[in-house]
Nanobody, 113 residues
Framework: QVQLVESGGGLVQPGGSLKLSCAASGFTFSLYGMDWFRQAPNKERELVAAITAIGGTNYVDSVKGRFTISRDNAKNTMYLQMNSLKPEDTAVYFC???????WGKGTLVTVSS
């Protein structure tokens, strides 16, 4: 069955960096686009970044220039490198197989001094 497992979250100071991972199994990872979403307290879940099967990328305006989405098809893993983190980036971050109901359980990122 399809499984997505996020990791790499934690507490970081403003201006710091974190790298999230999403390990995929149960499907042919290289054939699918993948998404990173986030949900902050009392806010709706929002799409942060997306990567196509062939590596095309897209970002929400608020993270452009700070976040980088990437994938390693040999490892069945997607990444989100987050730099220059701000308190407003605090959220639970989820990965999703693109345009599907397959979600991971999320990893919490807290940006605070």
């Amino acid at each position: 069955q399809v499984q997505l497992v996020e990791s790499g979250g934690g507490l970081v100071q403003p201006g710091g960096s974190l790298k999230l991972s999403c390990a995929a199994s149960g499907f042919t990872f290289s054939l699918y686009g993948m998404d990173w979403f986030r949900q902050a307290p009392n806010k709706e879940r929002e799409l942060v970044a997306a990567i196509t099967a062939i590596g095309g990328t897209n970002y929400v305006d608020s993270v452009k220039g700070r976040f980088t989405i990437s994938r390693d098809n040999a490892k069945n893993t997607m990444y989100l490198q987050m730099n220059s983190l701000k308190p407003e980036d605090t959220a639970v971050y989820f990965c999703r197989r693109h345009a599907s109901a397959y979600w991971g359980k999320g990893t919490l990122v807290t940006v605070s001094s």
